[in-house]
Every structure is written in C-alpha cells, then in structure tokens.
C-alpha cells in the first residue's frame, strides 16, 4: 500500500504528459481548421485551469483518496462491506461513477443555476485540448462533491478513486482535442469510448445537437439513452462551435469567471 501511495506523484504526472502529447499531435494532425490561429485563447484557458488548479488543491481541503480512505476506515459503501475480486471492484466503481458523470453532465445542460457555470466551457469557439481544462471552478468543486458522495456509497478503493481520476482527466483531453483520427479507428473506439468526432458534435452552436453526446469517457449511456449524435448536421469540418448569444461571450479568464453573474 505505502509503495502504491508513493508511486502516486508518479502517476500524478500522467494526465500532464497525456495532455502536452495531444497537444502537439492535434497540431500535427488537425481535424479542423481552428477559427482562430495564435497563443491567445489557449493561454486564457490554461490561466482558468490554473485557477482550478489553486482552488481544488489549496482551497477545497477535499481530496476523493482522502474520501476513499474515510469510508474505508468507517466501513461505509458497498464494497467496504461486500467481499469481491479487485479488479472487479474498479472496473464496476469506474463504470458507476461514469455513469454518475453522464448524468451531472445532462443536469448541467437542464438546470439553469448549473448551465450558468457549465456555459463557460461551451463558450469556446473552438475545441482542442484545452477546452478539457476551460471549467468555471464551482462547476468543479460541485463535481467534486458529487464524485465523493459516489464513492462514500460505493466504497470505491484508492485505486478505483485513481483510475477513474486518470480516465476523467485524459479521456476528455482526448475527445476534445482537434486531432484527426482514421475514420475506421473511430469507428471502433466509439463502440466504447467518446471519440473527438463525437464530443464535437455536443460542441455545436445548435441547441438541438448541445443536448447529446453527454459523455465524458464511456459512449455507452448516450447510445442507451438516446442521446446520442453520430455526426452534426453541418459535418464536423464546417460546423460553427460555442455560444452564439453576444452575453454568453466569454473570451478571458476574468469573463470566464465571471460568466456565472452575468
Ligand atoms: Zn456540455
Ligand atoms: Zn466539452
């Protein structure tokens, strides 16, 4: 256990490393032509993200391994109590809290409290990687709460907690970044995970088309709720991404962070 906690800073490096390598292979293999060229809008999303950074790390005195452990000393949740196989037991813990996402995400786009937050993440008028990180942080910290309350009633395992944590970090790095994949590689992908071209289309301007593909990492409860898009109505190269209301613009971090009062 001491030698799986130390390799944690280890494995801490991981979403970092995951993110500069697709940062440098979707402008080796663009999707699409970004509608606007230069440094600007991808340094005013990672400031946001290092925003975020200080308010989950220093400010929220909450980490999910410090939950996981809590509930596994107070014996709470399904599989502190429940005997089962390990791997099982992250590979059902990862599905479940999924599963959680997709619906905190569908709430987001319902719920007009939650939507004031979440709109700063749709206001880019662009998507790449660092749309993954352009978050307001009380959309964050309630995600953080959400997930804990997940693990308390699952009794999610520390290496549950960190799985999850990666797949939820590189999987949206991932699927929204402008990289360019083989047509028949995300063609299989999208039998399991979202894929660039999928979460593009939850990216659409269109309303209609915003209201699908809620998935973060799994396709599956898009497909299983109908929700689910194949491809945008205007195609993925043409299609127009963000916002189109002139007051839900957000171009800095201060906009951004100030969207929700607007
Ligand atoms: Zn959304
Ligand atoms: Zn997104």
Same mark, same amino acid.
């Given at each position: 256990m001491y030698e799986f906690i130390s390799n944690l800073s280890l494995v801490s490096l991981l979403p970092l490393a995951a993110f500069l390598v697709l940062l440098v292979m979707q402008s080796l293999f663009p999707r699409r032509e970004l509608a606007e060229t230069g440094w600007g809008r991808l340094v005013q999303n990672i400031l946001l993200f290092a925003v975020n950074l200080v308010v989950l790390?220093? =400010?929220?005195? =909450? #980490?999910l391994i410090g939950v996981s452990i809590w509930a596994s000393e107070q014996s709470i949740g399904v599989f502190n109590r429940a005997v089962a196989p390990g791997w099982m037991v992250v590979l059902v813990c990862v599905v479940v809290l999924d599963f959680m996402i997709y619906w905190q995400h569908v709430a987001t786009h319902r719920w007009t409290l939650l939507w004031r937050m979440h709109k700063v993440h749709h206001a880019d008028r662009n998507m790449d990687v660092t749309t993954a990180v352009r978050f307001h942080p009380f959309e964050l910290v309630l995600s953080l709460l959400y997930k804990a309350v997940g693990i308390v009633l699952l009794g999610a395992p520390i290496l549950a907690v960190v799985v999850f944590e990666l797949l939820l970090f590189i999987g949206p790095a991932f699927n929204h970044s402008n990289l360019r994949l083989p047509v028949l590689l995300d063609r299989m992908l999208r039998w399991v995970i979202v894929t660039p071209d999928t979460h593009r289309a939850h990216h659409s301007t269109s309303v209609a088309e915003q209201n #699908?593909?809620?998935? /973060? /990492?799994?396709?599956w409860w898009d497909k299983l709720f109908n929700t689910? #898009?194949? #491809? *945008?109505q205007e195609g993925h190269e043409k299609m127009p991404i963000g916002l189109?209301? *002139?007051? &839900?613009?957000? &171009?800095r971090v201060d906009q951004m962070l100030l969207a929700p009062f607007r």
């Amino acid at each position: 256990m001491y030698e799986f906690i130390s390799n944690l800073s280890l494995v801490s490096l991981l979403p970092l490393a995951a993110f500069l390598v697709l940062l440098v292979m979707q402008s080796l293999f663009p999707r699409r032509e970004l509608a606007e060229t230069g440094w600007g809008r991808l340094v005013q999303n990672i400031l946001l993200f290092a925003v975020n950074l200080v308010v989950l790390r220093v =400010l929220v005195p =909450l #980490t999910l391994i410090g939950v996981s452990i809590w509930a596994s000393e107070q014996s709470i949740g399904v599989f502190n109590r429940a005997v089962a196989p390990g791997w099982m037991v992250v590979l059902v813990c990862v599905v479940v809290l999924d599963f959680m996402i997709y619906w905190q995400h569908v709430a987001t786009h319902r719920w007009t409290l939650l939507w004031r937050m979440h709109k700063v993440h749709h206001a880019d008028r662009n998507m790449d990687v660092t749309t993954a990180v352009r978050f307001h942080p009380f959309e964050l910290v309630l995600s953080l709460l959400y997930k804990a309350v997940g693990i308390v009633l699952l009794g999610a395992p520390i290496l549950a907690v960190v799985v999850f944590e990666l797949l939820l970090f590189i999987g949206p790095a991932f699927n929204h970044s402008n990289l360019r994949l083989p047509v028949l590689l995300d063609r299989m992908l999208r039998w399991v995970i979202v894929t660039p071209d999928t979460h593009r289309a939850h990216h659409s301007t269109s309303v209609a088309e915003q209201n #699908t593909n809620y998935g /973060f /990492f799994l396709i599956w409860w898009d497909k299983l709720f109908n929700t689910y #898009t194949q #491809t *945008p109505q205007e195609g993925h190269e043409k299609m127009p991404i963000g916002l189109i209301a *002139p007051q &839900d613009q957000c &171009d800095r971090v201060d906009q951004m962070l100030l969207a929700p009062f607007r």
